[in-house]
């Protein structure tokens, strides 16, 4: 008895040290009912290194209703450590804060350029909801207002076109600070392997979001040692890895709470994700770095320790142990002249809205750092998105000018990718991104100087060739031959045909014909996305002056009268029409060529009798 005695009491002090070791043990809460101002407390967080570091907390009051309908903000302020240097410090979101050893909340808020550290804290309350939100698929955003689809004629058979409209940009939303309101702290987003150039040209994006852009990377050997539960514990930082690989980019802040595997942190939204899948890793505070404007740390994240699942208002929210979320493994190879040769590997979050920013960052980063950004250049860019079930969409495009040019190729890749994330359609996965680019010290553009036909009265039936002529930069000419055929269906008594690029073709009909739809399956997605316009053809794009309209994703070029009756009979189906004033008849192109291509002629057809 004495022998199983003793077993039994050491197997629960076994069991007592594990629960603190894995931080099962829930502290006692001090409800936001019983705070007041005077209140004094300790808080925790890290200001160098892996040492978790108290400092002193003096509760001035409850502001109620603060930050949002129902929500009240804790204000207090903070002393000890390097605050009196360094004010609220960013990448403190989270640190949590204790009275009489009962957790009150988490940093969260602060004024910017304040002198003292004057901080607003979430009461815990609000946090712990953030867990027991219940799981939902994540949400899917709009296909970009920038793109469509339209099914016109091709000739012999029907095809999907993407309309790509160059001239407009996704909306990124709008983040606003206020120096003398109580704002989210800045959540430090660290660069590795990056470019400052890249850094700069999209840190505007991540500001926006909240975030603020700064230098980092991996401590060297990081990343040997296995992950450890007891690595996470109340007020140690952790990292949301964006991107890992040869790149990497993550967000910081610090654990507030922990019971078992369950993870609150951040006391205030990332991105406002609602349900998320975002990898997260324990993060090495280098330094405390004071500043007049925001102070910071420096750090670095180790290995892959979770997942976090909920990017709600008052927190986010993870799991310790669970499997890393699938990611977007991207592979980008660089063939430079003379003879030199870099490959990328990384992995990018898979969401909606972050990947295709991403992809454009990342790839952008890597042809800067690279290629030149002043003088003539050309890049040669295939590229091929791998889908679940064999299937691909493939790009091939050429790309050139005199300044710049590298930063073109990120958003050419991007705009598909943002297309396929944002559809929504179960069926479509994306297994993984390759790119390659051979890049030219040289200018291959074209202006198109010349189009003719072989006929300039045509029937319905018929078959012509267009001659475009191109001018290159040397003044040299060349010839490029377009097969077009004139639909047999044709009853106008004159047909406008449009030659031009790919980027002048799109921004045309986007002025003049309202021929968009979304793809009504991943299919009918994939085909059209498959024959995007690119800078390296001539198209030309028959046009009749007929009215036409768009339901369901096919286009219905001069309907006959009964047909439109038909649909409009409905409610239903004549809330989902698109008119337009003319009718795409045809649109053909020719093969790839050596050149970016720029320039646009329209030819006139006069239709007489009909085919014999």
């Known amino acids: 008895m004495m022998m199983i005695r003793r077993l039994l009491l050491s197997l629960g002090l076994i069991v007592v040290l594990a629960s603190c070791l894995l931080g099962q043990a829930s502290p006692p809460i001090f409800p936001l009912k019983d705070v007041h101002a005077g209140l004094k407390g300790v808080g925790r967080t890290i200001f160098e290194g ?77 946090m712990m909801s953030v867990g027991t939100a219940p799981a939902a698929t994540r949400a899917h955003l709009s296909p970009p207002q920038n793109l469509h689809i339209a099914r016109v004629s091709g000739g012999s058979s029907d095809l999907d076109r993407i309309i790509l409209d160059e001239t407009s940009e996704a909306p990124v939303p709008q983040e606003t600070t206020d120096s003398n309101s109580l704002t989210d702290l800045l959540l430090p987003l660290r660069f590795g392997g990056f470019s400052n150039a890249a850094i700069n040209m999209f840190s505007p994006q991540f500001r926006r979001l909240g975030l603020e852009p700064m230098a980092g990377g991996i401590i060297s050997g990081g990343g040997d040692s296995p992950p450890s539960p007891a690595d996470l514990t109340p007020g140690s930082m952790v990292s949301l890895l964006l991107v890992k690989g040869d790149l990497l980019l993550n967000i910081d802040c610090t654990v507030t709470f922990r019971q078992g595997n369950n993870l609150y942190a951040c006391g205030h939204q990332v991105l406002a994700e609602g349900p998320a899948a975002f990898p997260f890793a324990p993060a090495h505070v280098i330094v405390t770095i004071p500043s007049i404007a925001s102070s910071f740390k420096i750090d670095a994240p180790g290995a892959v320790m979770g997942t976090i699942e909920q990017d709600r208002f008052d927190a986010i929210y993870g799991q310790v142990g669970k499997k890393t979320p699938p ?37 952008t980063s890597a042809m800067m750092a690279t290629e030149r950004s002043v003088g003539d250049s050309t890049l040669n860019l295939n590229a091929r998105i791998h889908l679940s079930g064999g299937q691909s969409v493939n790009m091939e495009d050429v790309l050139s000018g005199e300044i710049g040019t590298s930063a073109l190729v990120g958003s050419t890749v991007a705009a598909p990718l943002a297309m396929l994330l944002s559809s929504g359609f179960p069926d479509l ?46 003044g040299e000419t060349e010839t490029e031959k377009i097969p077009v055929d004139i639909p047999e269906s044709v009853t106008d008594k004159m047909l406008s045909l449009v030659v031009g690029s790919g980027s002048s073709i799109n921004a045309m009909e986007f002025r003049f014909s309202g021929l968009g739809s979304t793809p ?72 790839p060529t050596p050149y970016a291509i720029h320039g646009q002629k329209t030819l006139m057809l006069k239709v007489t009798g009909s085919m014999n």
């Open 429 to 474: 996965k994306v297994q993984d991104i390759d790119l390659g680019v051979t890049s030219l010290d040289e200018r291959r553009s074209a202006t198109l100087d010349q189009a003719w036909s072989t006929k300039s009265e045509v029937r319905p039936g018929d078959h012509l060739e267009v001659t475009a002529l191109i001018r290159l930069p040397g």
């Open 520 to 591: 009504r399956d991943s299919q009918h997605l994939i085909r059209a996305l498959n024959r995007m316009r690119r800078n390296n053809r001539i198209y030309a794009l028959l046009m009749a002056p007929q009215r036409s309209f768009v339901m369901a994703g096919d286009e219905y070029p001069s309907p006959p009268p009964s047909l439109l009756q038909t649909f409009l009979a409905d409610p239903a189906a004549a809330s989902s029409v698109v008119f337009s004033g003319t009718s795409v008849v045809g649109d053909f192109e020719t093969k």
């Open 50 to 126: 892996d040492k978790i570091q108290e400092f002193q907390v003096e509760i001035l009051g409850v502001l109620k209703n603060a930050i949002a309908p129902q929500r009240d903000l804790i204000l207090a302020r903070l002393t000890g450590g390097p605050l009196a240097d360094t004010g609220v410090i960013s990448g403190m979101s989270g640190s949590p804060v204790y009275v009489d050893g009962k957790l009150v909340g988490a940093v969260s808020r602060a004024f910017p350029l304040s002198k003292d550290a004057i901080a607003g804290i979430t009461p815990i309350e609000d």
């Open 327 to 363: 990611m977007i493994p991207v592979h980008v190879h660089l063939d430079s002249k003379p003879g030199k040769v870099s490959d990328y590997h990384f992995d990018i979050v898979e969401e909606p809205f972050l990947s295709p920013l991403l992809l454009n960052l990342t790839v």
